[in-house]
T-cell receptor
């Protein structure tokens, strides 16, 4: 299966700890997105990469959140000093296309479910 | 706040019936996409309709777009139990780099 993969699938941690998630997009996809989804809601946009460049960041992405995509391949999303409100499903998606090109479907991974104790 | 809003929030139908769900959005778009999500899984792309298109078909799916009303509808014909899922519309921003998803319609197809 050469779809988008995310690791880990589940993460349980205590409040105040740091967590890091990884996303491996479809290999030829140059666009990569991170979303957060809480129960009963749709995904909320967090950030977008075009190759290795982080071009868009949502206001939802506080200073405790940081995302990277070194070499334009896999991406990591780190949350520092986790809070209970960070409990959610974190979804990664990838697609083809250049800048300002949204006419391509996004392919989603199955997400990382984060639970803060 | 999210730009897309789906209606109804929940829909329950018998197998074989048609299911219609609607999406409204607030600002101008380049395109609108519909996705499906099974419980505990990621989203799966269903269909994309560009802002200059009015209707699009894909198998049992029919999507319409009315940019004057800022609304779209997704019709699933001859529904099957396997269609049970949540359905989301997604709209892009004028940069084409951000996407807004609605709160979704939860569809239950009863065998």
């Amino acid at each position: 299966d050469t779809g988008v993969s995310q690791d880990p699938r589940h993460k349980i941690t205590k409040r105040g700890q740091n967590v890091t998630f990884r996303c491996d997009p479809i290999s030829e996809h140059n666009r990569l997105y991170w979303y957060r989804q809480t129960l009963g809601q749709g995904p909320e946009f967090l950030t977008y990469f075009q190759n290795e460049a982080q071009l868009e960041k949502s206001r939802l992405l506080s200073d405790r959140f940081s995302a990277e995509r070194p070499k334009g391949s896999f991406s990591t999303l780190e949350i520092q000093r986790t809070e209970q409100g960070d409990s959610a499903m974190y979804l990664c998606a990838s697609s083809l296309g250049g800048t300002k090109d949204s006419n391509q479907p996004q392919h989603f991974g199955d997400g990382t479910r984060l639970s803060i104790l | 706040s999210q730009q897309g809003e789906e209606d109804p929030q929940a829909l329950s139908i018998q197998e074989g019936e048609n299911a219609t769900m609607n999406c409204s959005y607030k600002t101008s778009i380049n395109n609108l996409q519909w996705y499906r999500q099974n419980s505990g899984r990621g989203l799966v792309h269903l269909i994309l309709i560009r802002s200059n298109e009015r209707e699009k078909h894909s198998g049992r799916l029919r999507v319409t777009l009315d940019t004057s009303k800022k609304s779209s509808s997704l019709l699933i014909t001859a529904s099957r139990a396997a269609d049970t899922a949540s359905y989301f519309c997604a709209t892009d921003t004028n940069t084409g780099n951000q996407f807004y998803f609605g709160t979704g319609t939860s569809l239950t197809v009863i065998p």
